[in-house]
């Protein structure tokens, strides 16, 4: 989708696309002289030549994009939201990476003010990168992955989202018991579970080492 605009806009340039076949495997299509029809809300209503969509939309504005492609949006299938802002930190082992960078930098989004700020840079930063759907760690807050929905679902992304269930072997300020964490994960699933058809919650278990098994089990 794009920003609410004020009439139609055909985008014209070479349309990449893939789809299914009815045996499930994929095909590529490229059309060098294609376009987009998008209508005033931002929803792509039709795809095909350019000169077919100008005669079928001709009240529509025109953008062309002459030596660009056009394609879909990117699918990110594992991305951690409150590890933003430590994008190249490297160098260490796993758990001195976790204990140095990861921990610290998590421990900030129990600030739910902080969270929202973060959560509306975090998506404009997938958007921006032409990513349209992705699958989401969050932090082990609620409230952060509270705000993280919100800011999908302002945004018109497709993402799917899990609150990290820890209670082991990290420092404090990021663990929830397991009846809490149960309870949060509840509420974020009647919530945010399917909304629109865009929104999904995924239960997200940290990694084993952090996870006791009672939390397992619940």
């Known amino acids: 989708r794009t920003k609410k605009m004020t009439t139609g806009r055909i985008y014209c340039g070479e349309v990449w696309n893939v789809e299914c076949d009815a045996k499930g495997d994929a095909l590529f299509s490229a059309l060098p002289q294609g376009g987009l029809a ?17 005669r079928q939309f001709p009240e529509y504005a025109v953008t062309q994009f002459t030596s660009q492609i056009i394609a879909p949006t990117f699918v990110d299938a594992h991305v951690h939201f409150p590890q933003m802002d430590m994008i190249g930190c490297h160098g260490k082992q796993l758990l001195q990476w976790l204990e140095e960078y990861t921990f610290p930098t998590e421990m ?15 998506i404009n930063e997938l958007l921006a990168s032409g990513v349209g759907t992705a699958a989401i760690l969050s932090s082990s807050h609620y409230n952060a992955t509270d705000e993280l929905f919100a800011a999908s679902e302002r945004s018109g992304i ?9 209670n082991a ?7 929830v018991d397991e009846a809490e964490d149960l309870k949060q994960t509840r509420t974020l699933v009647e919530r945010w579970h399917e909304r629109d058809n865009r929104l999904f919650y995924a239960v997200t278990p940290r ?9 397992m089990h619940g």
């Open 108 to 122: 900030r989004y129990a600030d739910a003010a902080y969270a929202r700020r973060q959560a509306t840079l975090f």
């Open 158 to 166: 497709r993402a799917v989202i899990g609150k990290t269930s820890m």
């Open 207 to 215: 990694f084993a080492p952090m996870c006791t098994d009672k939390l």
């Open 169 to 175: 072997h990290a420092p404090h300020a990021l663990l």
């Open 38 to 54: 998008v209508d005033t809300s931002g929803v792509i209503v039709a795809t095909g030549p350019e000169a077919e969509l100008r």
